[in-house]
């Protein structure tokens, strides 16, 4: 099993990244997935998550209107468009698939916006 993130970097305020998440190794379409995002000294937040069949998705209250979670099941790949960022978004972001007792993560990706 395995979830490689990709497509974080730096970015000025109000910039925009996407971030991708691919999976392998177990049923894709089966798992709900999810983006969590977390800074030293902080706990880990929620930052969206995306049912199995891409039929409902919740935000953070932080980054509704800015942010969008999607995916492809076809590509085994879940995504977070980031605009708007804002310095409060600088963070490690993992992308977590959820199936029942089933659970994995990826390592995460890290995103720093700074002028």
């Known amino acids: 099993v395995q979830l490689v993130e990709s497509g974080g970097g730096l970015v000025q305020p109000g910039g925009s990244l996407r971030l991708s998440c691919l999976a392998s190794?177990?049923?894709?379409?089966?798992?709900?997935m999810s983006w969590y995002r977390q800074t030293p000294g902080k706990e880990r937040e929620l930052v969206a998550r995306?049912?199995?069949?891409?039929?409902?998705?919740n935000y953070a209250d932080s980054v509704k209107g800015r942010f969008t979670i999607s995916r492809d099941n076809a590509r085994y790949t879940v995504y977070l468009q980031m605009n708007s960022l804002e310095p409060e978004d600088t963070a490690k972001y993992s992308c977590?698939?959820?199936?029942?007792?089933?659970?994995?993560w990826g390592q995460g990706t890290q995103v720093t916006v700074s002028s």
């Open positions: 995306i049912g199995s069949a891409d039929d409902n998705r």
């Open positions: 977590n698939a959820k199936y029942g007792g089933l659970e994995y």
């Open positions: 190794g177990f049923t894709f379409r089966w798992y709900d």
